[in-house]
Structures are given as C-alpha cells and as structure tokens.
C-alpha cells in the first residue's frame, strides 16, 4: 500500500521517504500498517496540507 501526494514533486523531502519519478506525483510505500504511524511518514502528511493550505491542528500527533 502507498500514500501517493500527487504534487509531491514539490514537497521538501528532508528524510528521503519519497519515491517516484514522474512530474509531479510521489508516494511513500507502507509495508505493514505501523508505517502510517511513522513520524517521517506523519511529517509528510503535514507538509502536503500546508502545501494545499489546510492548517491540521491535533488531526496527526
């Protein structure tokens, strides 16, 4: 399973947890289910809603 930012191509990517090659989209791949808990993954999650302007308060801990 993945979680695909489909304008992931322009999100900061400091823990290289992106993978991808086309022109915009980028997913991150989840193994096992406890890999939505990881706080890269959560971090992520935050940059893409900031990205699209959403401001996430107490949603991902």
Do not use: C, N, W
């Amino acid at each position: 399973m993945s979680i695909y930012f489909f304008r992931g191509v322009e999100l900061d990517d400091p823990d290289k947890i992106l993978e991808g090659s086309g022109k915009s989209m980028r997913h991150v791949k989840l193994r096992e289910p406890k890999d939505a808990s990881r706080p890269e993954v959560k971090r992520m999650i935050r940059r893409a809603f900031k990205q699209g302007g959403i401001t996430m308060r107490g949603q991902i801990p």
